[in-house]
């Protein structure tokens, strides 16, 4: 979705003359003419630091970052209802504070995870971004998804009962955080209890009348968080628990109006304020080699584009619009060597398997799975395009393809489809959309022709969207006081009626994962089954060899 090509600046100066003025590319048009309120179209980034931050050398460095990459600065022109096109405004600086400092406090990290999906920059001001750095963070870490958007919603029953995913009957994870059952050993990596796990004061408080695990009456989730199963430990009161600044750790939370930029560009011009701040290399690392064997054709008739895919089934939705989030840290799966399939692969199979087996436990009619995957070719160096830079691409499983007794034959298929998915020359998204946005008649004509048409093709709209941004290509290192990047997770909007959005980015050796929901769909509950559900079938991509069925 790469909206304009230019290199980054020497920051030696800004633009001469008038406002330079760049049409809306198509991603960034269809964009446009979807906006809605109640469920903004935000990327949210958060980068953990061991370290701490100077604020006024931050905010000089991330400033001075916007202006090595000209692309960023921009905001939507005024143009009166009969223009034919939206117009990009390109500007010299800033038109609003883009980094901020909110105060330290035991419920920052979550105020801020809230705001991300709440609150997407304005496009009016430049850039559509903004960054907010919450001091005192504690570790990057948050296996029970501490500080998630959102707390369980009506019909939470503590006493529930669900399929497992070996088709056993076992008690809800909604209320109490219980945790799929695995399979024997050997089992992924431990998470480390952290004082998110345990319950740390660094969480948010309970609203009046819950309670605690511990405590008397039902230990089940309080708002905004969800409790683990394991034995309550001691709370000490400490300097991490009370949101002292003196505390170690950092987190940079990014923000960006998905209408006029993606994950990788901002993550990019992140790279450049730690380069410029911290004085070391953010050089991104070259891409990983890989030679896999030739995957062998694809078996059977993949089902019709023209069938509508399956629907995520619906949970306990919750009355609040927007969006939830849960994240966690895996192991990143492990493969055979030579193995004709990639980890994206291992996570597209787990994503499929996994909302199979949600639609099953709920009584949803099986019907194929169709899976969004955006695609970045862009380089990652100063010169990337700044802008939305990815294509979209689908990937269709028949009812009878995802079934996790055949995991050597899934991942085989998947291989596949997804090598020549990406190696096909096709627009952003599609042919169609480049029509539809041809400026012939008045922009304002052609967003209600889209927003109908949108309304109208959503039983075909895709059941997923997996995005996997991959190994973080810079060491996001910002010297010796604030350190490297230990943890850096993404999560792209999640609106109906796809409803659910998988995101994952591996960094120091670790799988970061973001599940992030349509609160019209699902709750926090079935947010944490899903996870559960997503972790038990990735380890099992790693448990039969390549050749296995």
Not at 168 to 181: D, I, K, L, T, W
Not at 537 to 547: D, I, N, P, V
Request: glycine share 10%; proline share 13%.
């Amino acid at each position: 979705m790469t909206a304009v090509e230019h290199p980054a600046r020497d920051g030696t100066g800004g633009p001469a003359g008038p406002a330079v003025r760049v049409p809306f590319p198509v991603v960034d048009e269809v964009a446009r003419h979807c906006l809605q309120e109640e469920e903004p179209e935000t990327v949210h980034i958060e980068v953990h630091l061991p370290g701490r931050l100077d604020p006024a050398r931050l905010t000089a460095a991330f400033t001075e970052a916007l202006r090595r990459h000209p692309r960023i600065l921009m905001r939507e022109a005024a143009g009166p209802w009969y223009r034919r096109r939206y117009e990009w405004e390109l500007t010299a600086e800033p038109d609003v504070r883009v980094v901020s400092f909110p105060p330290p406090s035991r419920d920052a990290l979550r105020t801020a995870r809230t705001r991300a999906l709440q609150e997407a920059p304005p496009l009016s001001a430049s850039p559509p971004i903004r960054l907010e750095v919450v001091r005192g963070a504690g570790p990057a870490v948050g296996s029970e998804a501490t500080d998630a958007v959102g707390g369980p919603g009506p019909g939470h029953t503590p006493g529930g009962h669900r399929e497992t995913p070996d088709g056993r009957r076992a008690p809800a994870p909604e209320g109490a955080g219980r945790r799929a059952p695995r399979p024997d050993p050997p089992h992924a990596p431990a998470r480390p209890v952290t004082p998110e796990d345990t319950g740390d004061p660094a969480r948010p408080a309970p609203p009046e009348g819950t309670t605690t695990p511990g405590s008397t009456g039902d230990p089940v989730a309080r708002t905004g968080t969800l409790e683990s199963t394991r034995e309550p430990t001691a709370r000490t009161a400490t300097p991490e628990g009370t949101g002292d600044p003196a505390r170690k750790g950092t987190v940079l939370f990014l923000t960006i109006n998905h209408t006029a930029l993606d994950g990788p560009a901002c993550l990019r011009v992140l790279a450049t304020a730690a380069e410029l701040y911290g004085g070391r290399d953010n050089t991104p690392s070259a891409p990983p080699v890989r030679t896999p064997d030739t995957p062998e054709p694809a078996s059977g008739k993949a089902p019709s584009t023209w069938t509508p895919p399956a629907r995520v089934a619906p949970g306990s939705p919750e009355a609040s619009p927007g969006n939830g989030l849960i994240v966690t840290e895996l192991g990143v799966p492990r493969r055979p060597k030579g193995s004709p399939y990639t980890v994206n692969d291992q996570l597209m199979a787990a994503t499929a398997l996994m909302v199979a087996h949600w639609n099953r436990e709920h009584g949803a009619r099986p019907r194929p799975l169709r899976i969004t995957m955006p695609v970045d070719d862009r380089p990652r160096g100063t010169d990337m395009p700044i802008g939305n830079g990815t294509r979209l691409v689908e990937v269709t499983f028949a009812p009878e393809e995802v079934d996790a007794s055949r995991m050597g034959e899934l991942l085989r298929r998947t291989a596949t489809c997804t090598r020549a998915l990406k190696s096909a020359d096709r627009p952003q998204l599609g042919h169609g959309a480049a029509l539809l946005t041809a400026p012939v008649v008045p922009v304002a004509w052609r967003a209600a022709a889209t927003r109908g048409l949108r309304r109208a093709a959503g039983p075909w709209t895709s059941t997923v969207l997996l995005s996997n941004i991959g190994r973080i290509p810079y060491a996001l290192d910002f010297g010796e006081e604030a350190g490297r990047a230990r943890a850096v997770w993404f999560s792209a909007p999640a609106r109906t009626p796809r409803g659910l959005t998988v995101t994952t980015a591996s960094t120091a050796g670790r799988l970061h994962l973001a599940l992030r929901w349509s609160r019209s769909l699902l709750g926090h509950g079935d947010g944490a089954h899903l996870r559960d559900l997503f972790e038990h079938y990735l380890h099992a991509t790693q448990e039969r060899e390549a050749t296995g069925g």
